[in-house]
């Protein structure tokens, strides 16, 4: 199937089998297989409006060994800070239009990618995604999501692993756990735990406190993606019953909602929270499952070090399949 052309800004534009085959080359081109250098002469310009580790690392290195060359921009420091917004009297910080810049990156560029967390004052905004979907308004080339409010990157690494430890997920018993952190962190990460999992027919449990439900159209869309799936989707903040029987703990800490952009007031209500740290006592609840996270993650906040030093532990594992998924879809949407 050809995916060439198309915006990656989230998997819920891509069907089961399109995923599958990125997924598919992903593992091709881990062994060491696929075109040598299918993006010969291709340019990729990288766009972060945030700090990064393993996103700009993956996807810079990723399209030099696909025989093509990145250019990493990042607005207000190294190139000029960018205004998004329709209409407005550009008399603040932003020098350059995104009408103008997305303009002309695509006359330079084969595709864009970009990584541009929300403002974290007004969720109601945020969850518009503005930078995101101004890019690829005016873009004539493909985009990429590297992370706003949804990480899409991350879910197919995710997945890989995933299905490199479990074997085929249809039916495998997913939770994703909010764990205690000490500041209001993106929902992105969550969002896209929940969709991925889903997608691929998983039995998903989302475990939470009272109070730090993900925003509903994720909610719903993971409802019908297991729907679709023939998998299952349930929300508790029920620690024990949440862990029982699980296959594989997926641990994220997130921002409650209701207090998005008011992250001092929120401070009182998660600090009774610290329980929910993913420790050796909950693992033995499972079905000897594996343990992931993102990264970068706080050791003994998050999860104990005797579980993340634990042979459960596969963020490593997920950290290096950033970058061969990412290869596999630089080559599907450029190539």
């Not at 541009?116 to 995101?132: G, I, Y």
């Amino acid at each position: 199937m050809s995916l060439r052309g198309r915006n990656f800004l989230t998997t819920q534009d891509f069907t089961h089998a399109e995923l599958k085959d990125i997924l598919d080359l992903a593992v091709e081109i881990k062994r060491g297989g696929g075109s040598a250098h299918p993006l010969k002469g291709k340019g990729l310009a990288l766009l972060f409006f945030n700090p990064s580790l393993r996103t700009r690392s993956s996807f810079e290195l990723g399209m030099f060994q696909l025989g093509g060359h990145a250019v990493v921009l990042a607005p207000g420091k190294d190139a000029w800070p960018m205004e998004p917004r329709e209409g407005v009297v550009m008399d603040g910080e932003a020098e350059e239009h995104v009408k103008e810049a997305t303009r002309v990156l695509c006359r330079f560029f084969d595709g864009i990618a970009v990584r541009c967390f929300p403002k974290f004052q007004n969720w109601a905004e945020d969850r518009l995604d503005p930078m995101l979907t101004a890019i690829a308004k005016y873009s004539t080339k493909p985009v990429i999501n590297m992370e706003t409010i949804v990480h899409p990157c991350q879910e197919l690494a995710l997945m890989q692993t995933i299905r490199e430890h479990l074997g085929e997920p249809r039916k495998k018993k997913f939770l994703l756990t909010w764990t205690w952190h000490p500041k209001g962190l993106n929902t992105a990460v969550a969002n896209s735990a929940a969709l991925i999992s889903t997608k691929f027919g998983m039995d998903v449990t989302i475990l939470r406190p009272e109070g730090y439900d993900l925003d509903p159209r994720y909610v719903e869309a993971a409802r019908e993606n297991a729907k679709a799936q023939g998998g299952s989707l349930t929300v508790t903040s029920d620690i024990e019953a949440a862990y029982r029987g699980a296959d594989f703990v997926y641990a994220k800490s997130w921002g409650a909602i209701p207090y998005f952009g008011r992250w001092e007031e929120e401070k009182q209500v998660r600090a009774g929270l610290k329980h929910f740290i993913v420790d050796a006592a909950k693992m033995k609840l499972t079905n000897n499952a594996r343990f992931s996270h993102c990264l970068p993650m706080r050791r003994n906040v998050k999860v104990t070090d005797e579980v993340a030093d634990s042979p459960a532990a596969m963020f490593i594992d997920e950290a290096e399949n950033r970058l061969h998924v990412q290869k596999a879809l630089l080559a599907r949407l450029l190539g």
